[in-house]
């Protein structure tokens, strides 16, 4: 037996599994257009190809959480992604968009064991106020990575086509591969779960019963409401309504994405996870309410941007803590927990996205804000319960004179 991986190539590959799942379903968005060309079809079909790669990314990480539970973390990881190497393959020379749009959903699948496995290894490696700050990193680059890569694959959209950004697809599958061979597994044999193959999934009917669980992840898929409502309304509110160039909403996305980065890492200087998601939450809502009366009343762009940038950098600080508490409720099922986390996530994303687009985009956007932000609150207030929930509202204010 070699010695364990570093710290820094853990974070480096783990930092890599979790931007999968926006580079699998954002990176190509630029080149959308192209592709309806180049199959001979409709932009709706196309755009097909985006919805069933998040259905794999949700049904994905179902799978992959309890094998790995299962089976440790090492092999699952492999099989992920040589899956994904396969289908990225497939995708680039399908001969028509019906074999896309299934490829597309088999390379979700594959990406859903990247970011799955990624936070059930951080749960076994680390725990507290490490873990806590593991997360925080994670939590920043899965918090940049839906804003960064429409605009790298618009880039590269003109420069290669969009073939070129699933070679690029390809490429980092590889490296990742490259990786995960490396990687020494993190979860000995002794403390597996020992069920037979049919019980490899009842583990779901434990971690279900954990209501705490279950206000931690309903919090976070919420607050990924709104992230996912922003990132679906943001171009056409600043381009079409505001009459910005394509280069000035580039330019947009990239200081939200900081601000949400920024957020995820100043998130660990609460002393207890709980006062920065509770802060973040109540935060989120105040904004999303002004930010949701501002579109209402017609606001300028830089009233809208500077409320945006408050409303992301409050839900930015909710998803390290939220991942962490809810990572910490369930640490024996850690693959499954990590799992229904993220499924639910990614399903609350496709089920906001398109509600962006029902009448006016101005008020649409503001009003699902507003409704994401108020339910988010809720779940982190359930989660404390009533004995707790006074000395958390001190205590997450009070916490403040001493990071």
């Known amino acids: 037996m070699g010695k364990?991986?570093?710290?820094?190539?853990?974070l480096i590959l783990l930092g890599m599994l979790t931007a999968f799942g926006p580079f699998v379903t954002d990176m190509y968005l630029p080149s959308l257009p192209a592709m309806g060309e180049y199959f001979n079809t409709s932009s709706s079909m196309v755009q097909l190809g985006l919805t069933t790669s998040m259905i794999g990314l949700a049904v994905g990480q179902i799978f992959f959480g309890p094998l790995s539970d299962r089976y440790g973390r090492r092999i699952p990881l492999q099989v992920a992604m040589w899956l994904f190497?396969?289908?990225?393959?497939?995708?680039?020379?399908?001969?028509?968009?019906?074999?896309?749009?299934?490829?597309?959903?088999?390379?979700?699948?594959?990406?859903?064991?990247?970011?799955?496995?990624?936070?059930s290894i951080a749960t076994?490696?680390?725990?507290?106020?490490?873990?806590?700050?593991?997360?925080a990193i994670i939590g920043a680059i899965n918090g940049i990575a839906p804003v960064v890569a429409p605009i790298i694959g618009g880039v590269f959209t003109e420069a290669i086509g969009w073939q070129g950004i699933f070679g690029i697809l390809l490429v980092l599958g590889m490296l990742l591969l490259a990786g995960c061979m490396r990687f020494r597994e993190s979860l000995p044999a002794e403390k597996r779960l020992a069920t037979k193959w049919a019980d490899t999934f009842n583990s779901f009917?434990?971690?279900?019963?954990?209501?705490?669980?279950?206000?931690?992840?309903?919090?976070l898929a919420f607050a990924?409401?709104?992230?996912?409502?922003?990132?679906?309304?943001?171009?056409?509110?600043?381009?079409?309504?505001?009459?910005?160039?394509?280069?000035?909403?580039?330019?947009?996305f990239s200081i939200n994405a900081i601000a949400i980065?920024?957020?995820?890492?100043?998130?660990?200087?609460?002393?207890?996870?709980?006062?920065?998601?509770?802060?973040?939450?109540?935060?989120?809502?105040?904004?999303?309410?002004l930010e949701c009366a501002a579109l209402s009343l017609g606001c300028s762009f830089w009233v809208y941007e500077l409320l945006l940038l408050a409303v992301l950098f409050m839900m930015g600080m909710t998803f390290t803590t939220s991942t962490a508490l809810a990572m910490e409720c369930e640490r024996t099922n850690a693959g499954t927990a990590s799992a229904l986390l993220g499924a639910v996530s990614f399903s609350f994303g496709g089920i906001v996205s398109p509600l962006v687009g029902i009448g006016n985009i101005l008020v649409s956007t503001g009003i699902i804000f507003v409704i994401c932000s108020v339910c988010s609150l809720a779940g982190i207030l359930f989660a404390l319960g009533?004995?707790?929930?006074?000395?958390?509202?001190?205590?997450a204010f009070s916490t403040s004179q001493k990071r």
């Open 224 to 252: 990924q409401g709104v992230l996912f409502a922003y990132i679906a309304s943001s171009p056409f509110i600043i381009q079409q309504h505001y009459g910005y160039s394509p280069f000035a909403f580039s330019v947009c």
């Open 205 to 219: 009917k434990v971690v279900l019963r954990n209501k705490q669980y279950i206000c931690y992840v309903l919090q």
């Open 386 to 395: 009533r004995r707790r929930l006074k000395v958390r509202f001190y205590m």
């Open 124 to 135: 076994d490696k680390f725990s507290g106020k490490e873990l806590a700050k593991m997360l």
């Open 261 to 289: 980065g920024g957020a995820a890492a100043f998130s660990v200087k609460f002393r207890r996870p709980e006062n920065g998601t509770l802060i973040g939450c109540m935060g989120m809502l105040v904004f999303s309410v």
């Open 85 to 119: 190497i396969v289908s990225t393959v497939l995708c680039l020379f399908a001969q028509d968009i019906h074999q896309f749009v299934t490829f597309r959903l088999i390379q979700g699948i594959a990406g859903a064991g990247g970011i799955v496995i990624a936070r």
């Open 4 to 10: 364990d991986n570093s710290k820094l190539f853990i």
